[in-house]
């Protein structure tokens, strides 16, 4: 930290904004550096050296190679990595509590007045990237994901339906789906970190979004309150409308009954879009969001999402200063408007504007009218993680095991170990 500010001092002070390390102020190069970015996404190679490859064309000089790991094995990579100069020097950081482990070790440089294009990033994002203790910001945050019910426009054709307006718009259209054999909803139970994306699609006007969530911040309401807790049973009353045996139905099962047309919808997030399409050509997509269910806390239909990461810079990078230029242009437009358009997400640089139709209208519904990921965005920080609670408690839920009150218990119990209402 002493090092980063001695080297903000000095940039400061000059007469000109200085040139990136290993290169001079006319552009000529000194010496050829060659940045590290590690990452958790091996079937990015090819988008990410369309991406950096802009910013070596800008900074000559400056070699950016992008070095991605497995995805499950990643976290555990970069924590050893980043305690040694050997490691990345801008690392792909993880959002919310399971960043917090690498704030703890003091393995990131802290962004702050030092990446000055984060002051125009909504604070909900910047919270994605943000040390829960020290309020610091550590990463440039790089997506927004968005959770909607993904349905297919053939189908809603085919059987005269359109995205509904209301909760009983929606339940008529389930009951129209089913009496015509097919599955309305797609959902899995077996991978269970897929139910609270699920119970957030269903539930999040029930319980109220961020109006209810800095209630639970401030220690004013809780997961076994009545919004919370009919936020569960909201979500389990659609679930005469799941696969046959929904017990066993596993992710990629739900991801074929939707793409073979045996399903119209499936309930997940933007990421799923790319699949699909991949999967069957064909698919004509659309989303929508779920409307209020009468005596919801929401009056109007919220929109579920999260910061994906964030990019960060190694407090042990050799390379501080060109890693710290990296980072700063990667919170610009210019940045954001290529993963955009390479990786097919929703950049969340302020201003970028998805050029997918499906991505440009989540986005603008998600800003029109946001709601929190509650438990793995906000309640993640400690352990066990609230994520980790619901998981286990709402496949016990859904599969009748357990009530409504006593997921919601569970998921209280086990908050109540590690968190501390804000003042």
């Not at 064309?57 to 094995?73: L, M, N, R, S």
Request: net charge negative; charged share 20%.
């Amino acid at each position: 930290m002493i090092a980063a500010a001695g080297m903000l001092a000095m940039t400061l002070s000059a007469c000109a904004p200085s040139a990136p390390e290993g290169q001079t102020s006319s552009g000529t190069t000194s010496e050829q550096v060659t940045l590290d970015v590690w990452g958790w996404r091996q079937e990015d190679v090819a988008a990410y050296e369309k991406i950096f490859k802009i910013y070596e064309d800008a900074h000559p000089g400056v070699k950016v190679k992008y070095v991605p790991y497995k995805a499950d094995e990643y976290d555990t990579i970069l924590r050893t990595g980043l305690s040694d100069a050997n490691g990345p020097d801008v690392a792909q950081l993880r959002s919310y509590g399971l960043l917090q482990p690498l704030v703890a070790a003091k393995s990131l440089v802290p962004l702050d007045g030092q990446v000055q294009e984060l002051a125009g990033f909504p604070e909900p994002v910047l919270d994605g990237a943000r040390g829960e203790r020290d309020k610091r910001v550590y990463g440039v945050p790089f997506a927004i994901q968005t959770l909607h019910v993904i349905y297919d426009k053939a189908l809603f054709g085919k059987h005269g339906l359109t995205p509904p307006k209301t909760w009983d718009e929606m339940i008529a259209a389930f009951d129209k789906l089913a009496a015509a054999g097919l599955v309305p909803l797609a959902t899995t139970v077996t991978d269970t970190w897929m139910l609270p994306i699920q119970q957030e699609i269903f539930g999040a006007t029930s319980y109220g979004g961020h109006d209810y969530l800095s209630k639970m911040l401030a220690g004013q309401a809780t997961f076994t309150d009545r919004p919370w807790v009919d936020s569960l049973t909201k979500w389990k009353s659609t679930s005469k409308y799941w696969p046959e045996q929904y017990e066993g139905v596993s992710y990629v099962d739900a991801q074929a009954l939707f793409t073979s047309g045996r399903a119209a919808m499936f309930p997940g997030g933007v990421w799923e879009l790319a699949v699909f399409e991949k999967t069957n050509p064909e698919l004509e997509l659309g989303i929508f969001n779920v409307p209020p269910p009468p005596g919801a806390a929401a009056t109007r239909t919220l929109v579920p999402g999260y910061v994906d990461g964030s990019f960060g810079v190694s407090a042990k990078s050799p390379h501080q200063k060109a890693a710290m230029d990296l980072v700063r242009w990667m919170a610009s437009p210019e940045f954001g408007q290529a993963f955009s358009t390479e990786l097919r997400q929703i950049s969340a640089v302020p201003g970028v504007r998805p050029q997918d139709p499906l991505l440009a209208q989540a986005l603008a519904a998600y800003q029109a009218d946001p709601s929190p990921y509650v438990t793995y965005a906000y309640f993640s920080g400690g352990s066990p993680t609230a994520w980790d609670l619901a998981s286990e408690a709402f496949s016990t839920f859904v599969t009748g095991r357990s009530g409504a009150e006593d997921a919601a218990e569970h998921v209280q119990q086990g908050v109540d170990q590690w968190f501390e209402p804000t003042q």
